[in-house]
Structures are given as structure tokens and as C-alpha cells.
């Protein structure tokens, strides 16, 4: 089998960068992201675009933030553009949303799928944006969703979820493997972020890729001790970061990273400390080739 893979940039995000990087001092974050007058920093929330040269099938793999919050959440959350940006990078590639096939969801937070719902507007319904595609998602996550913890109650969007179940297109998984996407694709499911995390990765005879969801945003977390205020359980997220680092190491697998602010995908090694840092990497996917 043959695929393509495009970054697809959606719409930006500034969160608390203490919230972001956890017991990280300051002085420390501060140098690998720069924070802004409100203590924020910028974060990507982006997709990538798989595209399946036999069969023709164009496959998502996440949807971003997107733009439906109402204004007071909207400055809460530092989301200042107003336009759907995942649709108009979806567009630049002549890409339109009837034309999605499948969208892979590695959990049910708003910042990585907020981008399936039209935008916010007063009185007004929101609607999903790719009409007719199936979406994937872990069977415990979505019972996360649909059941949260104090908590984490705010990180989910009730809408979306009654949506997403009545479009009848929803499968949700419990294995390693879906027979709508094939044995090219595999999946394995992190807790340490959040119950139930599924992450996503394609496999060529010749290399591989892995989507990092919140498991790795981003290269400052590819330091095992790195890790969000917002991860559930911190110990548990750095033992599944220190298994994938180690896997993806030894088989040269590519990371995807969805909030990396400037970089899109990575290779990892080990310096003469034995500590994982990010090599090969690259601002965006145009048509990056695997297989074939």
C-alpha cells in the first residue's frame, strides 16, 4: 500500500505555558516556547491528511480546536481566529469535506476535535462539517466522554457527542486494528493523558508513522520527565512516552505532532545520556510518501 501525508494547520490555541508544561520552572519552558504578556504560549492544533493512492480513500487524522466557542470562551482559550481554518488548509489542498472518508479521533477533548462542528453562532445549531465520513474513536474514551470526571467535565462538548452517535457513522474502538482502515494501520491506547487515548499508526513494508496526541505534543515533550498539567495521571503518561520512544527509536518511526507551534513531525534519538531528543525534523508534511 501507498500513502501521502499533509500536516493540515487548523486553528491556534494560547493556553497558560505553566499549565502546558507541568512542574517545568518556568525559566526552563520559557526557553523552548516563549510565552506571551497573559503568560500563555502559542500551540498548533493540527491534523494530518492521509491520503490512500490504491484505494482512493482520504482519511483525517484529527480535527483541531476549531471555532465553536462563544466569544467569552473563545478569549479564554486564546482562539483568535474567527475563520475554520482546518477547512481553508482542506480547501488550499482542493480537499473539500464531502471528500473525507474517515476521521481517526485519538480522544474527545475539545482542542482535537472542536474542528468537526461548524462554527459558533448565536442561535444557531451546530452541524458536523464532513457530511458523510466515519469516525473512530476508542470505546473508552468515548465512555470518558459521555462520563467524565469533575475534573476533566469541561475538556468535553455534549453536543458533539449526541452528533456524533445520531450521524450513525461513529465505530468505536476496542482492538488493535479497525477492518475500515486495514492492517496497515494499528492502534494502541494510552491512560496517562486521559483514559482511553488512542493513538494511530501506519505502517509501510519500508517505514512507519505514529500520531503522538496529547501522549507527545510536541518536541519539548519528547523529554521523558515533560509532562501537562492536564495529564490524569503523570507517571503513568512518562512509563507509555518512555515504551513508544523506545519502539520508535529502534524502527526509526516518524512523530506526528499536533501542538507543536512550529514543528509538524520528527524523527528521535538518544545523546550519550540516554535522553530522547527530536532529529529530522520537519515545519510541515506536503505529500510525504510512504510505501510504494
Known amino acids: 500500500m501507498s500513502y501521502s501525508i499533509s500536516s493540515i494547520e487548523g486553528n491556534r490555541q494560547h493556553l497558560d505555558g505553566g499549565a ?59 482562539v483568535v481566529e474567527r475563520e475554520h481554518r482546518l477547512l481553508q488548509s482542506l480547501k488550499a489542498l482542493q480537499v473539500s469535506p464531502e471528500s473525507i472518508d474517515l476521521v481517526i479521533l485519538s480522544h474527545l477533548h475539545f482542542d482535537h476535535v472542536g474542528g ?25 474514551a468515548w465512555e470518558r466522554a459521555r ?3 469533575p475534573r476533566d467535565r469541561a475538556s468535553f462538548i455534549p453536543p458533539l457527542l449526541d452528533l456524533l452517535e445520531a450521524s450513525g457513522r461513529l465505530e468505536l474502538v476496542d482492538s488493535s486494528g479497525s477492518d475500515l482502515l486495514g492492517p496497515e494501520f494499528s492502534f494502541t491506547f494510552s491512560d496517562g493523558h486521559t483514559p482511553g487515548m488512542m493513538l494511530t499508526e501506519l505502517k509501510t513494508a519500508a517505514e512507519s508513522v505514529v500520531f ?10 519528547v523529554h521523558l520527565p515533560v509532562t501537562m498539567g492536564y495529564d490524569r495521571y503523570p507517571e503513568l503518561l512518562i512509563d507509555e512516552k518512555a515504551s513508544l520512544l523506545a519502539r520508535c527509536l529502534q524502527d526509526g518511526t516518524r512523530l506526528l505532532f499536533t501542538h507543536d507551534p512550529e514543528c509538524a513531525s520528527s524523527k528521535v534519538q538518544q545523546d550519550e545520556r540516554g535522553r530522547y531528543q527530536p532529529v529530522d525534523e520537519l515545519a510541515t508534511l506536503s505529500e510525504l510518501r510512504l510505501g510504494g
Open 116 to 140: 468537526l462542528l461548524t462554527r459558533w453562532r448565536p442561535e444557531e445549531t451546530y452541524e458536523l462539517v464532513f457530511p458523510t465520513a466515519r469516525y473512530l474513536v476508542g470505546r473508552r
Open 147 to 149: 462520563a467524565p470526571h
Open 212 to 221: 503522538c496526541a496529547d501522549l507527545i505534543p510536541g518536541r519539548p515533550w
Open 20 to 78: 502546558m508544561f507541568g512542574n517545568v520552572p518556568r525559566t526552563l519552558w520559557s526557553r523552548w516556547i516563549a510565552p506571551d504578556e497573559r503568560h500563555r504560549i502559542e500551540l498548533a492544533c493540527r491534523a494530518f491528511l492521509l491520503r490512500d493512492q490504491q484505494r482512493g480513500r482520504q482519511i483525517l487524522l484529527e480535527a483541531g480546536i476549531g471555532v465553536f466557542f462563544e466569544p467569552k470562551l473563545q478569549d479564554r482559550y486564546g
